[in-house]
């Protein structure tokens, strides 16, 4: 069955850091680029980041630039987000995307 997992999700207090990881399984992973989304309590989900196919090329949402790193490892299936100088307003659930699937997100909680 094809589905996408995302884990590393929890409570973490301000300025610190959190490292998402996203499976993909039964699809070929390196044939599409993959991106993170977020959605907060009472907004809608937002883009976060996107990695090409090969990783080589990387966008950021302004909200995250400079504080949030993603990549992935095509041999592993697997898509990651690194969140450092995480703040309050990170907190959301944070979903996978790609091979025109939806992970069931993990959540990022973010105390002051």
């Known amino acids: 069955q094809v589905q996408l997992v995302e884990s590393g999700g929890g409570l973490v207090q301000a300025g610190g850091s959190l490292r998402l990881s996203c499976v993909a399984s039964?699809?070929?992973?390196?044939?599409?680029?993959m991106s993170w989304f977020r959605q907060a309590p009472g907004k809608e989900r937002e883009f976060v980041a996107s990695?090409?196919?090969?990783?080589?090329?990387?966008t950021y949402a302004d909200s995250v630039k400079g504080r949030f790193t993603i990549s992935r490892d095509n041999a592993k299936n697997t898509m990651y987000l690194q969140m450092n100088s995480l703040k309050p307003e990170d907190t959301a659930v944070y979903y996978c995307?790609?091979?025109?699937?939806w992970g069931k997100g993990t959540l990022v909680t973010v105390s002051s």
């Open positions: 039964g699809r070929t992973f390196s044939r599409d680029g």
């Open positions: 995307n790609g091979l025109g699937l």
């Open positions: 990695i090409s196919r090969s990783g080589g090329t990387t």
